[in-house]
């Protein structure tokens, strides 16, 4: 098999969030929309209210690793937005349902 033709039985999106009030709950929409959908890792940062730190999140089947790894940039763009990994076939809007809560 082409390595190539491997890529083909997976897919990838973005699901834009707004700004995020409660890391916690994200967390769990995360969880179960993993547990739901057959996502095989879900990645991104999160603008969380109130801070003026970046949130990493990190899901890799069941385990999710969060935190605050730096200050956002003078001039980055605050913004949350989560890459959705899985093998091909994902219910995208689904999965942005969930995870928007």
């Given at each position: 098999?082409?390595?190539?033709?491997?890529?083909?039985?997976?897919?990838?999106?973005?699901?834009?969030?707004?700004?995020?009030?409660?890391?916690?709950?994200?967390?769990?929409?995360?969880?179960?929309?993993?547990?739901?959908?057959?996502?095989?890792?879900?990645k991104g940062f999160l603008d969380v209210?109130?801070?003026?730190?970046?949130?990493?999140?990190?899901?890799?089947?069941?385990?999710?690793?969060?935190?605050?790894?730096?200050?956002?940039?003078?001039?980055?763009?605050?913004?949350?937005?989560?890459?959705?990994?899985?093998?091909?076939?994902?219910?995208?809007?689904?999965?942005?349902?969930?995870?928007?809560?």
């Amino acid at each position: 098999v082409c390595s190539s033709d491997l890529h083909d039985e997976f897919e990838s999106f973005v699901v834009e969030l707004g700004a995020i009030a409660d890391p916690v709950a994200i967390e769990t929409r995360i969880r179960a929309v993993a547990a739901a959908h057959d996502v095989l890792r879900i990645k991104g940062f999160l603008d969380v209210a109130g801070t003026d730190r970046r949130h990493v999140v990190q899901c890799v089947g069941a385990r999710v690793v969060r935190y605050y790894d730096r200050p956002w940039g003078k001039d980055e763009v605050r913004r949350s937005a989560l890459v959705v990994i899985g093998e091909a076939g994902l219910d995208r809007e689904a999965i942005g349902r969930a995870l928007k809560g």
